[in-house]
């Protein structure tokens, strides 16, 4: 079985304006996947030229809720992230997607 690459787009007012803007697209990755295999996943599954891919990893995070027993606390996973530039004139249409 081939493993996912592209775990889902980030729908974001950042994310949103880059799309807008400069043609960048954001996307949960595998921690594992490389910008090569990002690349040639966002290109057979949107049907796009992809120019850039720019990739980073999101360290996890503390969160605490209050409940009526207490606090609680937990952690929220690390994830990678990676923004894909596109060629001019080359979009991709996320909402009709979801």
């Known amino acids: 079985m081939a493993k996912q690459i592209i775990i889902k787009p980030v729908v974001s007012e950042k994310a949103e304006l880059l799309s807008e803007d400069a043609q960048q697209y954001t996307f949960v990755v595998a921690k594992t996947a490389n910008k090569i295999e990002v690349r040639n996943a966002v290109e057979a599954r949107y049907g796009v030229t992809v120019d850039r ?3 980073m990893v999101m360290p996890g995070k503390t ?3 209050s409940t009526k027993s207490g606090i ?15 060629i001019e004139g080359d979009t991709i249409d996320l909402y009709n997607e979801l």
């Not at 929220?76 to 596109?86: D, H, I, N, Q, R």
Request: charged share 30%; no cysteine; net charge positive.
């Open 72 to 86: 609680i606390r937990g952690r929220v996973p690390a994830f990678k992230k990676a923004v894909v530039t596109l």
């Open 53 to 55: 891919v720019n990739t």
């Open 63 to 65: 969160k605490n809720r």
